[in-house]
């Protein structure tokens, strides 16, 4: 289907729901909150169509004056002047209208789990992982998103194994979906008395939060554990069986939480993480599914994936699925992301037009 086609259908699906919202027994029908949320969402789009249509018939008029050889002087060369900018502004308007018709990623909109673990490296793994953690806090404290820790697994000098947060506010998951992945740095650790400089890495996974509706949980399908919590070192936390311990039979997915003192508090923050976990998993089956012969894409959540270079001693961050190095590591590391961020983004949407083109 070519682009004006695509549009003339989007258009007519508007016009159609136009139509029937119109019905005076519309608001009665079991259907009008559905057909309301479409034209609420295609009204965006059908603007940025008008818009491109109206610069495009301008162009022809433009063009038509200017091959009249009547057109006095002074009316040609301001034809010219607005047919140029015509020519140059109409590549950008289709390509928005292009973007506002790639197909939505449903969890965009969602709140996400943030998971960072420690991977080769011993301790400064360890404290690798800490430091991205406190990265991604900052990243959302600048972007006015919610942060709330939900596990910390922390070790005896500053760093953790495991650190689980839930990320709550507008566009969460549409921005920080590319960071699953391996995270490598380089850099001289703190008890390194050489100065050598050692490479350890951690691993990073986000995934969409997902609500009860989005995945139904069956109780024969858990077995739930409770224990005594502990905190580093084997020192006791509490004297009660407060921490949760539970199992997804059909999959073998399991989630621990530890870190409220109380077993109900921390059966309910497990269950959020599980929740998000199978969510997680039913989409990337699809996803794997939908594009198969798509090797190239970004952010594949492939959890293996090495994605990003740390480099301390040259101040530099290397995201290897796009080529892009910023010198500005400093910054990175206090939350500074969007510019690595809005090139994934970008890069995502350019592989997905010419994937249609």
């Given at each position: 289907m070519s682009l004006n086609e695509s549009l003339e259908k989007v258009v007519a699906r508007f016009d159609e729901l136009g139509e029937l919202m119109a019905d005076p027994g519309a608001a009665a029908s079991g259907d009008f909150a559905g057909m309301s949320k479409e034209y609420s969402n295609l009204t965006p789009v059908v603007e940025a169509i008008t818009e491109l249509?109206?610069?495009?018939?301008?162009?022809?008029?433009?063009?038509?004056?200017?091959?009249?050889?009547?057109?006095?002087?002074?009316?040609?060369?301001?034809?010219?002047?607005?047919?140029?900018?015509?020519?140059?502004?109409?590549?950008?308007?289709?390509?928005?209208?292009?973007?506002?018709?790639?197909?939505?990623?449903?969890?965009?909109?969602?709140?996400?789990?943030?998971?960072?673990?420690?991977?080769?490296?011993?301790?400064?793994?360890?404290?690798?992982?800490?430091?991205?953690?406190?990265?991604?806090?900052?990243?959302?404290?600048?972007?006015?998103?919610?942060?709330?820790?939900?596990?910390?697994?922390?070790?005896?000098?500053?760093?953790?194994?495991?650190?689980?947060?839930?990320?709550?506010?507008?566009?969460?998951?549409?921005?920080?979906?590319?960071?699953?992945?391996?995270?490598?740095?380089?850099?001289?650790?703190?008890?390194?008395?050489?100065?050598?400089?050692?490479?350890?890495?951690?691993?990073?996974?986000?995934?969409?939060?997902?609500?009860?509706?989005?995945?139904?949980?069956?109780?024969?399908?858990?077995?739930?554990?409770?224990?005594?919590?502990?905190?580093?070192?084997?020192?006791?936390?509490?004297t009660t069986d407060s921490a949760v311990r539970i199992t997804h039979l059909p999959t073998g997915v399991v989630v621990s939480q530890q870190d409220e003192k109380s077993q109900h508090k921390n059966k309910a923050k497990a269950m959020r993480v599980l929740r998000s976990r199978l969510y997680d998993h039913q989409r990337q089956q699809l996803d794997a599914e939908r594009s198969a012969a798509r090797k190239s894409q970004v952010g594949s959540g492939d959890r293996s994936e090495r994605i990003r270079t740390y480099n301390f001693p040259q101040g530099r961050i290397t995201d290897h699925r796009i080529n892009l190095t910023l010198h500005k590591l400093d910054r990175f590391m206090d939350g500074d992301l969007d510019e690595a961020v809005d090139a994934l983004i970008s890069e995502d949407q350019a592989s997905r037009l010419a994937e249609i083109s």
């Open positions: 249509k109206a610069a495009e018939n301008e162009a022809v008029d433009l063009a038509t004056m200017l091959a009249d050889k009547e057109t006095d002087t002074e009316m040609r060369e301001l034809a010219e002047a607005e047919f140029k900018e015509l020519k140059e502004s109409i590549p950008t308007l289709e390509r928005n209208v292009q973007l506002m018709l790639l197909p939505k990623d449903e969890a965009d909109d969602k709140n996400a789990i943030l998971e960072v673990r420690a991977g080769t490296g011993g301790d400064e793994a360890a404290l690798f992982a800490a430091d991205l953690f406190r990265m991604y806090q900052r990243y959302a404290e600048a972007r006015r998103w919610k942060f709330e820790i939900m596990a910390f697994n922390e070790t005896g000098i500053g760093g953790c194994k495991e650190a689980v947060a839930s990320v709550s506010g507008r566009g969460v998951f549409a921005r920080l979906k590319f960071e699953s992945g391996v995270h490598r740095v380089q850099r001289v650790p703190a008890t390194e008395s050489g100065g050598r400089i050692h490479t350890s890495a951690a691993t990073v996974a986000v995934m969409p939060e997902a609500e009860e509706v989005d995945i139904q949980i069956e109780d024969k399908d858990l077995r739930i554990d409770v224990f005594r919590a502990s905190g580093p070192g084997g020192q006791s936390v509490n």
